[in-house]
């Protein structure tokens, strides 16, 4: 399998895209960590990792907190010994407002748990990587990390920020056996997408060429994959999985 002996944490792993990656690293043999701040949704996770016969712990932790994501790289390397891969996936979708009528508040909430939050996890990571000699590292970005959209100025530059902080990852370490890689979901059916009506969610899809919103496991593949040593060239880049979304 392609992940035996290995520990992969997963931010944001008690739902969508975040918990079906960490069902697919289990599924190629990693121990999971599962982090997030919802712990009953998350010990499930952890429930299905076991069923599929490997092993996973829980980690109760808020990305947005620097101590919580050091925490978190400290608990998986104190039951599995290590930290070879690491998504850093936890995110909101946060408030919709025009920039003149956005609240500071809801601007500093994303800018924290979807921005700030990558910067905190990577910095820890990347400490527990160095010292094993390499790693990889997925941040998810979105599609928002490359264009705009309106009513969303605190995402899109959280998650364009996202993108930023891979670049400078993957030239910091490519020498130092760290690979560090963004994915640039389009618009996934997951809860994070519940509090639309049906008419939003028409508008989205006619906005995907492909004709429809894509699943959470259509993004964990990628997820896969770059985490994996058949990504052993992929460093700090931005890779897309959005049903051409981004080629209009
Ligand atoms: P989701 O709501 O299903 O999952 C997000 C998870 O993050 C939840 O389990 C939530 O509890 C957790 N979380 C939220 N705030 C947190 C915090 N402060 N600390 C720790 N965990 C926290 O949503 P999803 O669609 O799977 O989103 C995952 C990531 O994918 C996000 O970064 C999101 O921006 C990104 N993304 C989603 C879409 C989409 O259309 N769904 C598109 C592009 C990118």
Redesign the pocket.
């Known amino acids: 399998k392609l992940f035996d002996g290995k520990v992969a944490l997963v931010?944001?792993g008690?739902?969508?895209?975040?918990r079906s990656t960490a069902l697919l690293y289990a599924r190629e043999g990693a121990k999971v960590v599962v982090?997030?701040?919802?712990e009953e949704?998350g010990m499930q996770v952890v429930q299905e990792i076991e069923q599929l016969g490997s092993q996973a712990i829980f980690v109760s932790?808020?990305?947005?907190k620097p101590e919580d994501c050091e925490r978190m790289v400290q608990q998986a390397v104190e039951k599995f010994g290590r930290l070879d891969i690491a998504f850093n996936?936890?995110?909101?979708g946060g408030e919709s407002n025009a920039i003149g009528d956005m609240s500071i508040e809801g601007w500093d909430k994303v800018i924290s748990?979807?921005l700030s939050?990558v910067f905190y996890c990577m910095h820890f990571q990347i400490r527990q990587m160095l010292q094993q000699g390499g790693g990889a590292i997925v941040n998810?970005s979105?599609?928002l990390g490359q264009v705009g959209f309106a009513n969303s100025a605190a995402y899109v530059a959280a998650?364009h920020g996202v993108v930023g902080l891979t670049k400078n990852g993957g030239l910091e370490y490519a020498s130092k056996g760290i690979r560090i890689n963004a994915v640039g979901?389009?618009?996934?059916k997951?809860?994070?997408?519940s509090g639309m009506g049906e008419e939003t969610l028409q508008f989205l899809t006619s906005k995907h060429p492909i004709g429809r919103l894509g699943a959470?496991e259509e993004i964990a593949e990628l997820v896969i994959w770059l985490s994996s040593d058949k990504a052993s060239f992929l460093s700090g880049a931005y890779y897309a999985a959005d049903g051409a979304y981004l080629s209009q």
């Not at 996936?89 to 909101?92: Q, V």
């Open positions: 931010t944001g008690s739902s969508g895209i975040g982090s997030d701040i919802h949704s932790a808020d990305v947005s996936n936890a995110g909101i748990i979807n939050s998810n979105s599609i998650k979901p389009a618009f996934i997951t809860p994070l997408l959470p």
